[in-house]
Nanobody, 115 residues
Framework: QVQLVESGGGLVQPGESLRLACTASIISFARYTVNWYRQAPGKQRELVAS???????NHADSVKGRFTISRDNAKRTGDLQMNSLKPEDTAVYYC?????????WGQGTQVTVSA
């Protein structure tokens, strides 16, 4: 059974940084697209960033220039570096691996940005 474990969430003040990590147990991790989603209270889950197996990236307009997605296939991790955090970034952040016909989700990690 494939497991995704997110870590790195927490409570920070506006302007500070956090780095989220997603560690996967799947051997063929390199073949999957790594995605980070977030869901704020009362809102739909939204895609924050994605990084394909070929290295192509996509970041939501709301986080461009502040967040950066990366991956380490040897370690089977996908990270999300979040800088200049804003209160509107407060949400539960989820990691998703997407492959051909297969999708795996992590359990989520809370990020709270508040003064």
């Amino acid at each position: 059974q494939v497991q995704l474990v997110e870590s790195g969430g927490g409570l920070v003040q506006p302007g500070e940084s956090l780095r989220l990590a997603c560690t996967a147990s799947i051997i063929s991790f390199a073949r999957y697209t790594v995605n980070w989603y977030r869901q704020a209270p009362g809102k739909q889950r939204e895609l924050v960033a994605s990084l394909g197996s070929g290295g192509g990236t996509n970041h939501a307009d709301s986080v461009k220039g502040r967040f950066t997605i990366s991956r380490d296939n040897a370690k089977r991790t996908g990270d999300l570096q979040m800088n200049s955090l804003k209160p509107e970034d407060t949400a539960v952040y989820y990691c998703k691996l997407q492959g051909t016909g297969r999708t795996y989700w992590g359990q989520g990690t809370q990020v709270t940005v508040s003064a």
